[in-house]
Structures are given as C-alpha cells and as structure tokens.
C-alpha cells in the first residue's frame, strides 16, 4: 500500500515562510495528480493547491495564490509547498494527497476523488 509521510510544519510568525514535502513510499512516476488540503477543527477541509504528474500546471486556491507553490520532484518521489506571507488564517492540519491518472492529469480543481492520503502537519501562524 502506497504511503506519504508529510514533514516541515511548525510554529512561525505571520509574514514567515514554511516548505512542507511529502514523501511517498514508492515509485509514483509521472502518472500521479498530487494536492495539497488544510484543514482546520470544525471547517470543511480545503483544496490549497494541486500540480500535474509531470510538474505542469500549478493550481491553487485564491487564498494562497501569490503566496504558495507548490512543486514536485518524482526522482525523489516528494511534492512540495512553499509557503510565504503567512497568515493567521493559513494555521491548519495540511495534508498531501495522491490520485493516479491517465498521464498524471489533474484536469479539475481541487480533485474530490484523492486515493492516497497523508497523515497531515501541523501549521500554525501567530500574528
């Protein structure tokens, strides 16, 4: 069973920077959408952004665009978010997410069908 591990949350100060990864436990190739989620107590979990198998075609939420970037590297078979100007309102449980493709297309976004999940970092900002 695949498997991603997240790494790299933690406590910042708003206007701080954060990257969060998100390893998987196998080969993914180019054929896997990938997504970052947040999720805070009691709030529906949100899409923040998601890329391509290949590492084309970044979407992100408007609540982050500008701030965040998402990116990959399938040698090392890790999804990244870079994460900058963070808010208060950024604090959340964030989760990587991996669903396989025809050719690692994420066509709509946020994806509602995700196979593979992690078990989520923790961010928190304080203003």
């Known amino acids: 069973q695949l498997q991603l591990v997240e790494s790299g949350g933690g406590s910042v100060q708003s206007g701080g920077s954060l990257t969060l990864s998100c390893t998987a436990s196998?080969?993914?190739?180019?054929?896997?959408?990938m997504g970052w989620f947040r999720q805070t107590a009691g709030e529906k979990r949100e899409g923040v952004a998601q890329i391509n198998g290949g590492g084309e075609n970044p979407r992100y939420a408007d609540s982050v665009r500008g701030r965040f970037t998402i990116s990959r590297d399938n040698a090392k078979r890790t999804l990244y978010l870079q994460m900058n100007t963070l808010k208060a309102e950024d604090t959340a449980m964030y989760y990587c997410?991996?669903?396989?493709?025809?050719?690692?297309?994420?066509?709509?976004?946020?994806?509602?069908?995700?196979?593979?999940w992690g078990q989520g970092t923790q961010v928190t900002v304080s203003s």
């Open positions: 196998e080969d993914i190739g180019s054929n896997a959408c």
């Open positions: 997410a991996l669903v396989f493709t025809i050719n690692g297309y994420c066509l709509r976004f946020p994806r509602d069908d995700f196979k593979y």
